[in-house]
């Protein structure tokens, strides 16, 4: 059941609590009105679900067509039944090439997927009147007639940018709800129609995007729904109904069943805590192989070892304990993920999902986690700032946000508009922080007006504190060009590798006396997103006094260069922070951080 309470965050990561009552810091937000990011967040980590039934649900594509019914060949290319293949498809179904506007066809996969234990589809949906979407009153209807099976959408893509994004996106939600939404198949939670949103529409949408669209859907919409975001990021998890994955083939490819079990059970485990934390629905997706490298140069290929890559990634999908199981992929035949019987493998994939889902069913779910207290140094920590701001650059995305909230900070969303006329005061707002990926908007209205107004404000005493979600902050600009602006600005970031050096142990080593209470060293991280972009004192404005504060060095004790390092020039400051330092320190990293600067400022 959904739980609306005010007990804010579950901790962002395994480490953090829940936050506090915001009605100090933030105005509470009513249906209608606009909002900022750090409202919306506010509103919607109050959406808190529990008691979700077990599903298994498989990704569906209804883009294919034949000559014979609808007049040409969609998505499949040449079609050679005599020779038993098909020019864009990596194997041949064992019904051959079919038309997804055929109603038979239809039924017949919805009654193939339920007699296997499927729940219901995920539709690939590209917009209105799509070839697509044609196929989902056929889906719907096959669906109702065989009962107890959902059909919902993937939506695949939102083009454009700003007020044309917004009003795209709004109007593909409103369709989907209207149109479908209310059929008695499409698929829900507590009665509310269930929308699955694809990577690509993520990575489309600006995060600060997402209140004005939801804002404008509710005001015309009355019923709730839930969307489920692919990609497992604190910050999802906060601000949508459930956080799913479409494909792991990017670490699954290449490793044999050992291996893979004990990335699989790493990997799951971490994204079923992220959206227990939140109280949201936890997806985790299997697959029985994948293979684009018909249809891509040079591709990516994961063998399906005889069935046994999908056997351990279901067995450990179990045992991770989501709530619901994704299938990648029922009929991608492009890929070669597909479950639906081929000439290739049989029924061998169909015959094992029957088996493992009746499994998943039988599991008893996990009792869902306590509500932890704030901590209480936290609270201390955010005492010191009392009657100050600490300022929140646009575009952020790292969870430092979200502790701060949690902690009770005074937080102050900020506008590029701000920094760029020079309206900022490092008296109001002693601290500023970029917690972006990274992208940064640099011209409001001259060229490099938003660069020019942060060194102003750095002048005048304050800091810039970088604790961003990606690898370099103030990378790209707002076209999307790389204008590398982290020197400019006194943050002395350099490029380092994509992957660690092979055969190194490397070890981060901390200065206690500036950072307390964190160990004297940790391990550099073994798993996730390790691109290191160092900070490097060679690269500090001329003159300034440069502190590392976490150097990384390997067993020799050559050094690779800064993780955390402190920069005081022209009377202000600069911080920079490692993306991948919160995994390895906890939020033992950000109380020692905010100290830290508490001391530099003098309170």
Same mark, same amino acid.
Request: proline share 7%.
């Given at each position: ?127 209105? &009147?799509?070839?697509?979407?044609? +196929?989902?009153? =056929? $889906?719907?209807? *096959? !669906?109702? /007639? ?103 083939? &990017?670490?699954?490819?290449?490793? +044999?069943?050992? =291996? $893979?079990?004990? *990335? !699989?059970? /790493? ?113 201390? $920590? ?222």
């Amino acid at each position: 059941m959904v739980k609306e309470n005010i007990s804010w965050f579950w901790r962002l990561v395994p480490f953090w609590n829940p936050f506090l009552v915001l009605a100090l810091f933030l105005v509470p937000v009513q249906k209608g009105a606009a909002m900022s990011l750090l409202e919306f967040y506010q509103q919607r980590a109050q959406r808190r679900w529990t008691d979700v039934p077990r599903q298994v649900l498989a990704f569906y594509y209804p883009w294919y067509g034949t000559p014979e019914f609808s007049g040409r060949s969609v998505h499949w290319g040449k079609i050679d039944p005599e020779a038993q293949d098909i020019e864009a498809s990596t194997h041949y179904p064992e019904i051959g090439a079919y038309d997804s506007h055929d109603p038979a066809l239809v039924r017949r996969h919805v009654q193939q997927a339920k007699g296997a234990g499927v729940d219901g589809f995920i539709v690939s949906w590209w917009g209105p &009147g799509d070839f697509s979407d044609q +196929a989902m009153p =056929l $889906l719907l209807e *096959a !669906a109702q /007639e065989a009962g107890e099976f959902g059909i919902t959408v993937y939506w695949e893509t939102v083009p454009g940018s700003g007020e044309a994004q917004i009003q795209k996106a709004v109007s593909d939600l409103l369709y989907l709800l209207r149109q479908y939404g209310s059929h008695p198949a499409f698929l829900r939670v507590e009665g509310r129609p269930v929308i699955f949103v694809y990577g690509r529409v993520m990575g489309q949408v600006p995060m600060e995007a997402w209140p004005e669209i939801l804002r404008r859907v509710n005001a015309e919409h009355a019923g709730d729904y839930l969307l489920i975001a692919d990609g497992y990021r604190e910050a999802y998890a906060v601000a949508f109904d459930g956080v799913h994955t479409y494909n792991p083939v &990017g670490w699954v490819r290449g490793k +044999a069943p050992d =291996l $893979l079990r004990s *990335a !699989a059970r /790493e990997r799951y485990s971490e994204a079923v805590q992220l959206a227990r934390r939140f109280g949201k629905i936890a997806c985790l997706t299997v697959i029985p192989g994948y293979d684009d490298t018909k249809i891509r140069t040079p591709g990516i290929a994961a063998d399906r070892q005889g069935g046994e890559t999908y056997r351990v990634l279901w067995e450990e999908a179990i045992a991770a304990d989501p709530d619901w199981v994704l299938i990648t992929t029922w009929n991608e035949w492009h890929e070669g993920s597909e479950i639906e019987p081929s000439i290739e493998h049989g029924d061998l994939a169909l015959r094992q999902t029957a088996e493992l889902a009746a499994a998943f069913k039988r599991r008893t779910a996990a009792a869902a986690p306590a509500e932890p207290a704030v901590a209480p140094e936290d609270r201390a $920590l955010a005492e010191r700032y009392a009657g100050r701001s600490v300022g929140v650059l646009p575009g952020f995305e790292s969870p430092v946000v979200l502790w701060l909230l949690q902690s009770g900070f005074p937080l102050r969303e900020l506008s590029w508009e701000q920094i760029a006329t020079g309206e900022l005061s490092a008296q109001d707002c002693p601290v500023v922080l970029y917690a972006g990926h990274e992208r940064f908007r640099q011209t409001v209205r001259e060229p490099g007006d938003v660069v020019a107004g942060l060194q102003a404000y750095v002048r005048s005493g304050g800091v810039l504190a970088a604790i961003g979600s990606g690898p370099f902050p103030f990378y790209y600009d707002e076209t999307g060009e790389a204008v590398v602006a982290a020197p400019q600005l006194g943050l002395p970031v350099r490029q380092g590798w994509e992957t660690p050096p092979e055969g190194v142990v490397l070890t981060f080593q901390v200065n206690t006396e500036r950072l307390r209470g964190l160990p004297q060293s940790a391990p550099f991280p073994d798993s996730g997103d390790r691109r290191w972009r160092p900070a490097d004192q060679a690269l500090a404005p001329e003159g300034a006094d440069y502190h590392s504060l976490i150097r990384l060095v390997d067993s020799a004790g050559e050094n690779y260069g800064d993780g955390a390092a402190l920069v005081r020039y022209e009377g202000g400051r600069t911080l920079y922070l490692w993306m991948g330092l919160p995994r390895v320190f906890g939020p033992a990293l950000y109380r020692a951080v905010f100290a830290l600067l508490a001391e530099e400022l003098g309170f």
